[in-house]
């Protein structure tokens, strides 16, 4: 037989629901609180970490890059060469990437770099073609793309000395936007536009939340705005692709809170420590 709790007279006063609240002891406190959540990669900051993670703080690469790179070969510990799985170490000291030393991280520096069309985005290129490190100027430290532009695609492209940084602002779960402008041919309303609201699957591939407008037609030849925040390999080009549409200019004006404006094509410039500060915070 079930007893039921007959119902309490009068509502508790505050300091009633405090001492009721209050833990009983540290099993208690443990019950009561929230679960934390954790990050994917829970690493302690102060203790032994990957070789990738503290090579990708140092400027080298991306965590993905590093263990490419450890794939390789390329990657050695006091001589000898590093292979997988890698051993945990507490500093950078005899880690060595080609044969030269890694250097200590600096402070994490951001740059807005105006991307010419007819320019990979890459270290190099098996082809012989034209690389963003042809076009940067001289003097600037090692820098990492954040995210890639195609060969084709002029604008806006973050640089990074931080390779944990540069992963964060690339990943789709950290929902930074990009906005991209693209000169079209072809037939398409503003309502077409507005249903790719509710994503698009292209080829078994599914693209997320594009917000999309038509700023201004000429005869069949029309700009469009896209912004959205996955930013697949050629997403906005196959998209409006399969709308019927081709695309003959394609122009990224904004990532995150970084702009295009005021940049002439093929400059670089700092983002100044507030703002990246301000944007950090703000990302989480």
């Known amino acids: 037989m079930t007893t039921r709790r007959p119902p309490r007279s009068a509502p508790r006063s505050g300091a009633d629901r405090s001492a009721a609240a209050a833990p009983r002891g540290r099993r208690a406190a443990r019950a009561d609180a929230p679960p934390r959540k954790l990050p994917a990669e829970a690493e302690r900051e102060d203790g032994p ?5 503290l090579l990708a703080r140092a400027g080298v690469g991306s965590r993905r890059d590093v263990e490419r790179m450890i794939e390789e070969g390329r990657i050695a510990l006091n001589g000898a060469v590093i292979a997988q799985p890698a051993p945990l170490l507490t500093s950078l000291d005899g880690l060595t990437v080609d044969g030269n030393p890694v250097a200590k991280p600096v402070s994490t520096r951001l740059y807005r770099f105006h991307k010419p069309a007819d320019c990979l985005t890459a270290a190099r290129d098996p082809r012989g073609r034209k690389t963003i490190y042809d076009v940067l100027p001289k003097g ?4 990492m793309p954040v995210g890639r532009l195609d060969y084709n695609t002029e604008g806006l492209l973050l640089l990074t000395n931080d390779g944990a940084f540069k992963r964060q602002l690339e ?28 994503g698009i699957e292209i080829d078994g591939i599914r693209y997320g939340k ?3 407008n038509l700023e201004r037609r000429t005869g069949r030849n029309q700009w469009i705005e896209m912004t959205l925040t996955e930013g697949k390999n050629r997403e906005v080009r196959r998209v409006l692709e399969h709308l ?7 122009i990224r004006t904004r990532y995150g809170e970084f702009t295009l404006a005021g940049l002439d094509m093929g400059a670089v410039e700092v983002v100044p420590r507030d703002e990246l500060f301000k944007f950090r915070r703000h990302l989480g």
């Open 210 to 212: 594009i917000d999309a």
């Open 244 to 250: 019927g549409l081709q695309v003959s200019r394609l």
């Open 171 to 198: 990943l789709p779960a950290s929902g930074v936007e990009r906005t991209y402008r693209a000169r079209a041919f072809g037939d398409i309303s503003q309502a077409q536009l507005e249903e790719l609201v509710m």
């Open 140 to 143: 600037l430290p090692r820098l």
């Open 49 to 53: 970490q990957r070789i990738a993670k």
